[in-house]
């Protein structure tokens, strides 16, 4: 290819797209321009670095010289070297200057327009669910008389050493119940499960054995992860406040899109949650 040493002054192969010759550039130009390096070596190298710069993105790759070297005299040699420099950090600033407006533009994305509208959307359904959560605390606890139909034999491990039984219900509820071996249910297997009033997340279940009431928490519940919803939801809260164009604010969006948007939908479609806050707990 006839642009090939052009691509190797660049230090790039010869399919490499404008995008890549540009950002390669400007590497190039940070470290060579004369404005910006000392060397005497640096006003040719970054002519020549120039050159071949433009005659990639021109696709000229037709031998020729510069003006500065074919002019019969010295002083007009110089004049149009400094012009020649004068020109090159012109284009050189414009091409920063179309980064950063690129940039901004990016970041201007995240303030505005529908990614800015999703985020608002977030913080007001996270706002509510914050609310009923807080609410939840407060409130007493729904009580339903319920039956053990079956239970999973697999033992799950839950943190802090304790271990869950998943245990399924006549009322089509599934429990994961801490610490509470089959054998220990009553022969009749009624029982007593414990819900928020708002939420309907369930707390625990209870029963009477021998040695009177007994009483297993639910593992695995949004109950139990209470705390992480908490912190979610205030990171949805807070997003739409967050106006500074930096790395947090987009890193921050797309965590609030898919990690707070994921567990939001699935708290509120489960066991018709959406409808019990719609109705203030009083449905279904």
Not at 36 to 55: G, H, I, K, M, S
Not at 175 to 191: G, Q, T
Request: proline share 4%; hydrophobic share 40%; charged share 25%.
């Amino acid at each position: 290819m006839a642009g090939k040493r052009y691509y190797d002054l660049l230090g790039l192969p010869e399919n490499s797209t404008d995008q890549e010759v540009k950002k390669r550039f400007r590497i190039l130009a940070k470290q060579y321009h004369p404005d910006v390096n000392p060397d005497a070596d640096a006003t040719q190298v970054f002519a020549t670095l120039l050159d071949a710069y433009e005659r990639i993105l021109t696709k000229n790759f037709s031998e020729r010289r510069t003006s500065a070297s074919t002019s019969p005299h010295n002083n007009n040699r110089e004049d149009e070297q400094r012009d020649f420099h004068r020109r090159a950090w012109e284009r050189y600033q414009q091409m920063e200057q179309e980064k950063k407006e690129a940039l901004d533009a990016f970041y201007v994305s995240f303030l505005k327009g529908p990614k800015m509208r999703i985020k608002k959307v977030l913080a007001i359904v996270s706002l509510l669910i914050f609310s009923a959560l807080v609410a939840d605390e407060f409130l007493p606890f729904r009580v339903e008389e319920d039956t053990i139909q079956g239970f999973d034999t697999t033992r799950y491990q839950v943190t802090g050493g304790d271990f869950a039984y998943y245990y399924t219900t006549a009322k089509g509820l599934g429990v994961y119940a801490k610490n509470l071996y089959p054998y220990e249910l009553p022969s009749s297997n009624k029982i007593r499960v414990y819900q928020t009033y708002l939420c309907r997340s369930t707390s625990h279940i209870e029963f009477k054995s021998r040695g009177g009431m007994y009483r297993a928490d639910a593992a695995f519940t949004f109950f139990s992860l209470r705390i992480v919803l908490y912190v979610l939801c205030l990171f949805c809260i807070f997003m739409p406040f967050y106006r500074k164009a930096n790395t947090f604010l987009v890193l921050g969006t797309w965590f609030a899109f898919f990690m707070g948007g994921i567990w939001i939908i699935l708290f509120l479609l489960m066991h018709f949650r959406i409808i019990s806050l719609l109705t203030l707990g009083t449905w279904p």
